[in-house]
């Protein structure tokens, strides 16, 4: 191998090592971690909910749904993805595929987004217990 050769595959090492490390960095659960109470508006209502995420033995975020004012609790969480400060997760099993794509704010004690629900949109804002 030439010394260009070997110049050449130290960069793009290089460049693997930070997009590896800006991926793991970019899903870190932590600041999900935990209780969250609020509310969920959509056509017109107003509910109060609340949502607890947790690591498994995996050290997998898992998560649930409480519709408190509805009296449902502990419903699971499908499909949570993170991405730096922005969190989407699905409600499995519910009719109109329930789904949520929010956003943490600066202090990390407030998530708040879009929700979806059979074809009707709202908003949810939930902080930190």
């Given at each position: 191998?030439?010394?260009?050769?070997?110049?050449?595959?130290?960069?793009?090492?290089?460049?693997?090592?930070?997009?590896?490390?800006?991926?793991?960095?970019?899903?870190?659960?932590?600041?999900?971690?935990?209780?969250?109470?609020?509310?969920?508006?959509?056509?017109?209502?107003?509910?109060e909910i609340g949502l607890n995420f947790t690591l498994d033995e995996?050290?997998?975020?898992?998560?649930?749904?409480?519709?408190?004012?509805?009296?449902?609790?502990?419903?699971?969480?499908?499909?949570?993805?993170?991405?730096d400060k922005a969190i989407s997760f699905v409600i499995s099993g519910v009719p109109g595929d329930p789904a949520f794509k929010g956003t943490l704010d600066e202090t990390g004690k407030k998530l708040s987004g879009d929700f979806t629900q059979g074809g009707y949109a709202g908003t949810f804002a939930v902080e930190k217990q």
């Open positions: 191998m030439n010394r260009n050769h070997v110049k050449t595959i130290a960069v793009a090492l290089g460049l693997l090592a930070f997009v590896a490390g800006a991926a793991a960095q970019s899903t870190d659960p932590k600041p999900f971690l935990g209780a969250w109470k609020g509310t969920l508006s959509i056509a017109g209502a107003e509910l995996a050290k997998t975020i898992q998560g649930t749904f409480d519709s408190i004012s509805q009296g449902g609790y502990g419903i699971v969480l499908g499909t949570i993805e993170i991405k």
